[in-house]
């Protein structure tokens, strides 16, 4: 009985509204799964397998990885910042160069900014918007993550 009972409150919990889900997005994370403004979020077909949630350091080494965009391949990263996963196209806004210095390598010398090694543009990791250098005004090109599982993925398109 008590197991039934646990399962009827269990399926309850799940149906309830998104807004009402929010403040739980800790423990879902926990258990592998994240909660956005739209839902419930899971990898699925929509998906791409980037890296393990490990090999991202807070203002860390980023990974590089492809990423198909309008029928193209094209370079992109993501790096870890205030715990939290962001993933941008590797082009920098002031010319089309890749930002990394060296591989993987797109924090500032105090992991603050993400800076192209080109001219010195510096990015705000949790935007992608130009705070300084030649980039003014312009920004990265944002992919939209998610950490779940232990392992983070990138949603096509
Ligand atoms: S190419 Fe990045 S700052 Fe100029």
Redesign the pocket.
Same mark, same amino acid.
């Given at each position: 009985m008590a197991g039934k009972k646990r399962l009827s409150e269990l399926s309850e919990r799940l149906s309830e509204p998104s807004e009402r889900l929010g403040g739980h997005s800790e423990r879902l994370s926990e258990v592998g799964a994240s909660v956005t403004e739209s839902g419930l979020n899971l990898p699925g077909a929509d998906t791409v397998l980037v890296c393990a949630s490990g090999d991202l350091a807070d203002g860390g080494d980023g990974i590089r990885f492809d990423f198909e965009r309008d029928d193209k391949i094209v370079p992109a990263f993501a790096i870890r910042h205030g715990g939290r996963v962001y993933a941008y196209l590797n082009r !920098?806004a002031?010319?089309a160069?890749e930002?990394d210095w060296k591989p993987g390598k797109f924090f500032d010398a105090e992991g603050e900014y993400l800076i !192209?090694s080109?001219?010195?543009?510096l990015y705000a990791p949790e935007s992608g918007a130009c705070r300084g250098?030649? !980039?003014r005004g312009a920004a990265l090109s944002r992919l939209n993550v998610l950490e779940a599982g232990g392992k983070v993925y990138i949603r096509k398109g």
């Amino acid at each position: 009985m008590a197991g039934k009972k646990r399962l009827s409150e269990l399926s309850e919990r799940l149906s309830e509204p998104s807004e009402r889900l929010g403040g739980h997005s800790e423990r879902l994370s926990e258990v592998g799964a994240s909660v956005t403004e739209s839902g419930l979020n899971l990898p699925g077909a929509d998906t791409v397998l980037v890296c393990a949630s490990g090999d991202l350091a807070d203002g860390g080494d980023g990974i590089r990885f492809d990423f198909e965009r309008d029928d193209k391949i094209v370079p992109a990263f993501a790096i870890r910042h205030g715990g939290r996963v962001y993933a941008y196209l590797n082009r !920098c806004a002031h010319i089309a160069m890749e930002l990394d210095w060296k591989p993987g390598k797109f924090f500032d010398a105090e992991g603050e900014y993400l800076i !192209c090694s080109t001219h010195g543009a510096l990015y705000a990791p949790e935007s992608g918007a130009c705070r300084g250098g030649p !980039c003014r005004g312009a920004a990265l090109s944002r992919l939209n993550v998610l950490e779940a599982g232990g392992k983070v993925y990138i949603r096509k398109g």
